[in-house]
């Protein structure tokens, strides 16, 4: 077997194996969820035990929705999946990965210039804790160029959401940017 085919075969397996002793956490603002997260955390659920949707105050970042409104709403979405659940945190996230007792993080790469970011970040938290790991995945091909803050934008200058999020995220959204 080639190398390069060794290598993916042991990550396959490995994940494979996840499904009952991982809890993977996926963390970010989600301000609001759109459906390339919804998308990336069903797949995470299918490979991990536990999903938790570590959802950041990002305080920083001067977010629409609250952290109560942003959990609330996440909640909503994803109560159909029994493996995950939202939970808020403001806390550096290695920090609050042991507080979980969980050994992934799970993070989303849409485009290639989100790579370099992510790759700074995944050699940080290996440094801070180095038993756990960091996974990406990649939304399908149809989300891969929804982002929150266009979300945010389109919906705060009256425009049609419908496409990028839920519809109880769309309702929120509307009465948000009234």
Known sequence: MRDDMHEWYNL???????????????????????????DLIERAGRLFG???????????????????????????????YQNVEVV?????????????NANIILRGLRVVSDFDYEFQMAGMNRH????????????????????????????SLGGDVKQFVPEVIEKALREKCR
């Open 128 to 155: 801070l804790a180095p038993k756990i790991e960091s996974i990406f995945l990649m939304p399908a091909e149809n989300y891969t160029y929804i982002s929150s803050s266009f979300v945010r934008e389109i919906a």
């Open 88 to 100: 808020g945190f403001d806390c550096l996230l290695t920090n609050f990965m042991k507080q979980q």
């Open 12 to 38: 396959y397996s490995y994940l494979k194996g996840c499904n009952m002793n991982n809890i993977a956490v996926y963390p970010g603002t989600f301000d609001p969820i759109t459906y390339g997260h919804k």
């Open 50 to 80: 536990k999903v938790i949707v570590a959802i950041a105050t990002s305080s920083k970042k001067q977010p629409l929705f609250s952290i109560e409104e942003r959990v609330a709403l996440a909640k909503q979405v994803l109560d159909s």
